[in-house]
């Protein structure tokens, strides 16, 4: 069950990249603000997870505000979905991201609070 929710927890996240480039594809009229959105997105996510979150962070939070960033970062990506013009990716994101978080805190995976 462990490798099966880490692994649910890798696609997770990469679907979030995914949502937040795509929502940031659909920003204004301007071909180049859509690009650049498209691009600055993700990376402003990869790096929020990367310094806070990930196991292996130097500057990982400790639980709740790891659990709150987790759910703050699915939620956002969730109303990008939803703001792009896909309502029902949008939900599903942001309620798996949520109930993936909580898996990992229960099952102990290498997401949760082993190191």
Known sequence: MRNANDGARFLLELALLAAVAYAGGTVGSAVWLQVVVAIAAPCLVAAVWGTWL??????????????????????????????????????????????????????????????
Do not use: H, M, W, Y
Request: hydrophobic share 60%; aromatic share 4%.
């Open 54 to 115: 990930a196991p292996k962070a130097t500057r990982r939070l400790a639980d709740p505000a790891r659990f709150v960033l987790e759910s703050v970062l699915f939620v956002a990506g969730g109303l990008a979905l939803l703001a792009a013009g896909q309502p029902a990716l949008g939900v599903a994101l942001a309620l798996l991201g949520i109930v993936n978080a909580v898996l990992v805190r229960a099952l102990g995976t290498a997401s949760g609070d082993r190191t």
